[in-house]
């Protein structure tokens, strides 16, 4: 089974792709069925300086227990360009050279904009084309006033898997049934 879609998340130490950096990576492939072909974490290192400047702010200061695991975590990181040859190679043995390998995630656009700064090799990889969950989000909820409660723990891999399970939720919404 190959993968069609590439569902990453990224915590970064801000949302600024010119200042701030990748500090966690998850990505899960699935197929169109939302089958899952493969399952991917891994932590960035990233200057301990730039990390405490950067994650500064209303979001860190509500968020102090993630800031203090991602710094902790951040001591053990890998470099960003050894996270990025491992994806890409995984990438290479689950997903077909003959279709397009799409970013899907909730406002995947953001971090589209990292991947394209820190990771070139992944991104010339990827199709101009990606499945954004927050689009379905807008019309499910201001059009059909139809919600979908996630949580939001602001961790890679947990928000992937509800990002896959959000979309699943507007799938059913509008009829489809996974084989």
Do not use: C
């Not at 970064?12 to 701030?20: I, W």
């Not at 040859?85 to 953001?110: C, E, M, R, W």
């Not at 700064?117 to 499945?131: D, S, T, V």
Request: charged share 30%; no cysteine.
């Amino acid at each position: 089974m190959k993968a069609n879609l590439l569902w990453v998340d990224l915590e970064m130490t801000g949302l600024d792709p010119a200042e701030d950096r990748i500090v966690e990576l998850a990505a899960i492939g699935t197929d169109w069925d939302l089958k899952e072909v493969l399952r991917y974490t891994a932590t960035a290192k990233v200057d301990e300086n730039l990390a405490k400047r950067r994650m500064t702010g209303q979001f860190w200061t509500k968020n102090k227990r993630l800031k203090k695991t991602l710094l902790k975590n951040n001591l053990s990181g890998q470099p960003i360009d050894q996270i990025e040859n491992d994806l890409v190679k995984i990438i290479a043995k689950n997903f077909s050279k003959q279709t397009p390998i799409y970013l899907a995630g909730n406002s995947i656009h953001q971090d589209r904009k990292f991947i394209e700064r820190e990771m070139p090799l992944l991104n010339a990889k990827l199709h101009y084309r990606m499945l954004d969950i927050s689009a379905w989000k807008i019309v499910f909820a201001d059009k059909l006033g139809v919600e979908f409660k996630k949580p939001e723990t602001h961790r890679a891999l947990e928000d992937i898997e509800g990002s896959i399970e959000e979309f699943k939720f507007y799938l059913e919404k509008i009829g489809y049934e996974s084989s």
